[in-house]
């Protein structure tokens, strides 16, 4: 059986006029036996096509979100919003999770997964949060260093790729999940109780993570079990 392909979201950068991609994704796909697709900016039908063949979707890191996704107006701290990659990003995921497609979402990805399927996030981590001491979630260290601890729940998909119960994450996100969509769960959490990972409840395989995996699995071989959970399952999509 020839691979599966993986699509993978790139950052469009609007000034540059550049579909762009850090190599840690690709990579990871690559190393986990998938055929990376990487998605440039595009009109939905063909949009459509790309979802027709392929066998899983890597939505990935970038860029604050705009806030009328989910309802909501812009905080004084939200950062630079996308509305191109917004508008693909949504529709890519909605029309994935109806076909059943393997997801995997990574920091932005996994809010555009909740954003998509009807939950909220925070514009503003920092300011909003209001639930508590919160930890330091835009890191000062080298991006493949984990700095903060996460926990997984136990039965999760995320336990199992991973391995281990706790560990430590790469932290750079301005923002966070608030309310989760109806269709997932949370699977993984901080100390401070920030949401840093979540999984479909009705899907085969839509998982999602807010620390950056793509930037640890050089240094830290957990991290690629991610990889291998998303084309493993599009493995099974395929056939
Ligand atoms: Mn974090």
């Not at 979802?51 to 905080?75: C, K, M, R, W």
């Not at 699995?217 to 291998?228: A, H």
């Amino acid at each position: 059986m020839s691979r599966p392909i993986v699509g993978i979201t790139c950052d469009y950068d609007l000034e540059k006029g550049t579909s762009q991609l850090h190599s840690g994704y690709y990579e990871g796909v690559l190393k986990a036996g998938g055929l990376p697709f990487l998605i440039p900016n595009m009109d939905k039908e063909s949009i459509s096509d790309v979802l027709d063949n392929i066998d899983g979707l890597l939505l990935t890191g970038g860029q604050d979100v705009e806030p009328a996704y989910f309802g909501e107006s812009p905080h004084p701290k939200l950062g630079f919003v996308n509305p191109i990659r917004d508008e693909l990003e949504i529709y890519l995921c909605k029309e994935a999770i109806k076909k059943d497609i393997p997801i995997l979402g990574i920091c932005r990805g996994v809010q555009i997964m909740n954003i998509a399927m009807g939950g909220t996030i925070y514009q503003d981590l920092d300011s909003q949060w209001d639930r508590g001491m919160l930890l330091k979630h835009s890191q000062s260290a080298p991006r493949w260093y984990g700095t903060h601890e996460v926990g997984l729940v136990e039965s999760s998909i995320l336990k199992k790729l991973i391995g281990t119960e706790k560990f430590r994450v790469n932290s750079f996100h301005h923002q966070a999940i608030k309310e989760i969509a109806p269709c997932f769960r949370e699977t993984a959490q901080s100390e401070d109780g920030v949401i840093e990972g979540i999984e479909s409840i009705t899907n085969t395989f839509a998982v999602g993570v807010q620390w950056h995996p793509e930037r640890m699995w050089d240094t830290d071989k957990r991290m690629l079990g991610l990889f291998m959970g998303l084309v493993n399952a599009a493995k099974l999509y395929k056939k």
